[in-house]
């Protein structure tokens, strides 16, 4: 299997603005460091992000965020994309819905997919329902991922989504 880690809205309004955590701060570290892990080992990186317009639906349960072309919308500092990684913009919860992920994906040959971001409970959420019925093998980092809402996600993504879930500490040990 062919692994490829997707980092799931890491921006600066969900880490350091208008909707960010105290638990969303804390994936920051762990966050670093199973990227750092997938560049060492030259595995491929997609970075997923909100870049909302004002007519997205998301502007009527969250209020303006992550709008296309804002600071908001940019990924964090810490986790700051290379050149050869890829930027896929997103208008939805799922890093699927309306994107050409699963073509870059599928492309590349990847075949299990590694989660990280914000938050377990609705983006990284949706995007897993996603992968599944894309065939996807799941994993999700636990301490790099934040939940806003739905706090026992874990539960949920093994019995649902039939996903791995695994600690940054391990990241060496699965990849």
């Keep these: 299997m062919t692994k490829g880690l ?11 603005g208008t909707l960010k955590t105290q638990e969303s701060l ?9 990227l750092e892990a997938f560049r060492k080992k030259g595995l491929p990186i ?10 997205d639906p998301e502007m009527k349960i969250w209020g303006s965020h992550a709008m296309k ?8 500092e810490e986790l700051k994309p ?16 309306g994107t050409n992920l699963d073509q870059i994906l599928r492309a590349r040959g990847v075949t299990e997919l590694f989660l990280i971001g914000l938050d377990a409970d609705i983006c990284v959420r949706h995007t897993a329902a996603d992968a599944l019925y894309r065939n996807y093998a799941i994993t999700v980092v636990e301490d790099a991922v934040a939940a806003r809402i739905d706090k026992n996600w874990k539960d949920y993504f093994i019995r649902v989504y039939g996903a ?5 500490d391990e990241i060496n040990k699965v990849i």
Excluded: C
Excluded at 6 to 16: E, G, K, P, T
Excluded at 46 to 55: L, S
Excluded at 69 to 76: L, R
């Design 6 to 16: 997707v980092v799931i809205d890491m921006l600066n309004d969900f880490v350091h």
């Design 26 to 34: 804390s994936t920051v570290i762990p966050a670093r460091n199973v």
């Design 46 to 55: 997609f970075f997923t992000n909100d870049a909302h317009y004002k007519e």
């Design 69 to 76: 072309g804002s600071w908001g919308a940019q990924i964090i």
């Design 82 to 97: 290379l050149e050869s990684e890829f930027v896929i913009e997103k208008h939805a919860y799922s890093a699927f819905y």
């Design 164 to 168: 791995n879930i695994v600690k940054s």
